[in-house]
């Protein structure tokens, strides 16, 4: 039940960073998992990161290292940090959220567009 709204893509070169963010419509606190998503064109939507609330985190092989996924109960806001972007990182990006660790997800949002470039 609860909104989300990405936010933050943009166009970056090769090397650059973004900083992504996910508002949500309520607090955020009691929510078990929170996690980003990206679908570039061609292919099937994957999951890069998640957080649950007790701080755990999760990330792709392909971005671990240079995104960190965090957590701000307080702004009801998960961000998402990307540094060191490359070609290959390009997509839409989505956030969801798991509100009691069953595996049930919100809908998709529009996501935010994300393209690394020269």
């Known amino acids: 039940q609860v909104q989300l709204v990405e936010s933050g893509g943009g166009l970056v070169q090769p090397g650059g960073s973004l900083r992504l963010s996910c508002a949500a419509s309520?607090?955020?606190?009691?929510?078990?998992?929170m996690g980003w998503y990206r679908q570039a064109p061609g292919k099937q939507r994957e999951l890069v990161a998640y957080?649950?609330?007790?701080?755990?985190?999760y990330y792709a092989e392909s971005v671990k290292g240079r995104f960190t996924i965090s957590r701000d109960n307080a702004e009801n806001t998960v961000y998402l940090q990307m540094n060191s972007l490359k070609p290959e990182d390009a997509a839409v990006y989505y956030c969801?959220?798991?509100?009691?660790?069953?595996?049930?997800?919100?809908?998709w949002g529009q996501g935010t567009q994300v393209t690394v470039s020269s």
């Open positions: 969801n959220a798991d509100p009691y660790g069953t595996g049930v997800r919100a809908s």
């Open positions: 309520r607090s955020i606190f009691d929510i078990y998992a």
């Open positions: 957080i649950i609330s007790g701080g755990t985190t």
